[in-house]
């Protein structure tokens, strides 16, 4: 039986790499913001909830005690892509100057920031909070996105840096027999990504640059992760795993 902690485990992607690891009899712990969608999630898995804002350094320090003090697997999920639903900031026009353009400039930079928090530092703070308790021969598997690749604005820069940041972790951790890896999905059904923006004919748009000619599933990721969480992935470390239909090619 392993420990193993999943973050963004209460809906989507996370929540089936939860249910899988629990179903093959794993002891789990989901992490989120959200208390009353981890409760839930939690009931229905029997795994341990655990609400904390992985981006706050206190609150990441606050639930130190909450947390496995062994971790065989630590899946990175936490994120999303914080332009969604909100009004996206632009730069100061050629004609604005001052402090009009410090107002534009500081929306932007809030923008950014915000994704860098959601994506990247919640992997960064959770992972090195953890380092010291992961099991030699443990697993780090992070979720990227395919916009890293393709881009995406900050939350494309933001997944980029997960890729950079992963190559860092696989070196640290290698010594004591832990991989670091990267799942980077496209499009994936079952999840709250689009916040239910997602138009018809940009699904389509998205599903034709695919060579399955299909949207991934949270199924279709979940056993990418499995795998890299497995023994049979004992000499894979420090790779970018592509999980998107062949809508990019990851060559």
């Not at 001052?98 to 530092?121: E, H, I, T």
């Amino acid at each position: 039986m392993r420990d193993v902690v999943v973050s963004g485990g209460g809906t989507g992607i996370g929540l089936a790499v939860a249910e899988h690891f629990a179903a093959a009899g794993d002891r789990v712990t989901v992490v989120g913001r959200r208390p009353d969608v981890l409760a839930t999630a939690a009931e229905r898995l029997g795994a341990t909830a655990v609400t904390c804002d992985l981006a706050d350094v206190e609150a990441v320090g606050g639930v130190l005690d909450a947390l496995p003090g062994r971790v065989d697997v630590l899946v990175n999920n936490a994120g999303g892509n914080t332009d969604i639903g909100a009004a996206r900031p632009q730069p100061p026009g050629p004609a604005v100057t001052g402090r009009s353009a410090a107002v534009a400039l500081a929306g932007l930079a809030a923008g950014w920031r915000a994704n860098l928090d959601a994506n990247l530092m919640t992997a960064v703070l959770l992972t090195a909070a953890l380092t010291p308790r992961l099991a030699a021969g443990g697993r780090v598997v992070t979720l990227g996105s395919i916009a890293a690749r393709t881009g995406a604005g900050s939350y494309g820069a933001a997944k980029a840096a997960l890729e950079a940041w992963t190559v860092d972790v696989a070196r640290e951790l290698g010594p004591r027999g832990i991989t670091a890896n990267v799942v980077s999905p496209g499009l994936t059904t079952g999840t709250e990504f689009f916040r239910g923006r997602l138009t018809g004919e940009r699904r389509e748009q998205l599903v034709a640059r695919t060579l399955t000619g299909r949207a991934g599933t949270v199924a279709d990721v979940t056993a990418v992760v499995a795998f890299l969480a497995s023994a049979a992935a004992g000499h894979l470390t420090g790779q970018v795993l592509h999980v998107n239909g062949g809508a990019h090619l990851g060559r």
